[in-house]
């Protein structure tokens, strides 16, 4: 079955980019995601892009999608404190279904 | 508008109660979702409604009962759960044409289960 993965952590100081990357194995999916959550909150959407589009800018954030290599990231420009978070990649499968990844844990240092 | 409001936010209960989560949406669409997440997990998917109908069950245990009264309202009935099903319970909604299935989330409800 599909398989996505992300690396568990990632720390930067305040004013730095962030990168957050996921990997995953079915290049059937036509939507790729990323979610933020906040402890004890719900998953907030942050961003996605089509599988046709190599790239995405939104203000702060940038999605870069390799099909080749079947890698998907997400670039935060200028991370604030507010940007900690668990970050949350997913991939479509079939109709309803979303393969989420297994999270980043972001922590911005003041 | 993109808000799904989930009711209660904290439950504590005890493994002889009966209890209900609710979720609601105004954004039309016709898709609702219920997922699990377990403390440093990624969420799993429970049951899925389309057009008020169950589409998808992941083999979740009968003592979680899902229910779609209509197209706005999704709820979760419990019974009888177990100390292991204390987790953070997720609703979610989309559209089910075009847009490319994007999942709108509630802000959960944290369940304990005593």
């Known amino acids: 079955g599909e398989d996505v993965e992300q690396s568990l952590f990632l720390s930067v100081r305040e004013g730095d980019s962030s990168v957050i990357n996921c990997t995953y194995t079915?290049?059937?999916?036509?939507?790729l995601y990323w979610y933020k959550q906040e402890p004890g909150a719900g998953l907030q959407l942050l961003t996605y892009?089509?599988?046709?589009?190599d790239m995405k800018q939104d203000q702060r954030l940038t999605v870069l999608l390799n099909k080749k290599d079947k890698h998907l990231s997400l670039r935060i420009a200028d991370t604030q404190t507010g940007d900690s978070a668990i970050y949350f990649c997913?991939?479509?499968?079939?109709?309803?279904?979303?393969?989420f990844g297994t999270g980043t844990r972001l922590k911005v240092l003041a | 508008d993109t808000e799904v409001t989930q009711t209660p936010k904290h439950l504590v209960m005890g493994m002889t109660n009966k209890k209900s989560l609710k979720c609601e949406q105004h954004?039309?669409?016709?898709?609702m979702y219920w997922y699990k997440q377990k403390a440093k997990k990624p969420p799993e998917l429970m049951f899925v409604?389309?057009?008020?109908?169950?589409?998808i069950n992941e083999s979740v245990p009968s003592r979680f009962s899902p229910e779609c009264p209509n197209s706005s309202l999704l709820n979760l009935h419990l019974h009888a759960l177990q100390p292991e099903d204390s987790a953070l319970y997720l609703c979610?909604?989309?559209?089910?044409?075009?847009?490319?299935?994007?999942?709108?989330f509630g802000a959960g409800t944290r369940l304990s289960v005593l």
């Open positions: 892009i089509f599988s046709n589009m």
């Open positions: 997913a991939v479509t499968s079939g109709t309803y279904k979303y393969i």
């Open positions: 409604y389309s057009y008020e109908k169950l589409s």
């Open positions: 079915d290049s059937s999916s036509t939507y």
């Open positions: 954004m039309g669409h016709r898709a």
């Open positions: 979610a909604s989309s559209q089910t044409t075009g847009s490319g299935n994007i999942q709108y």
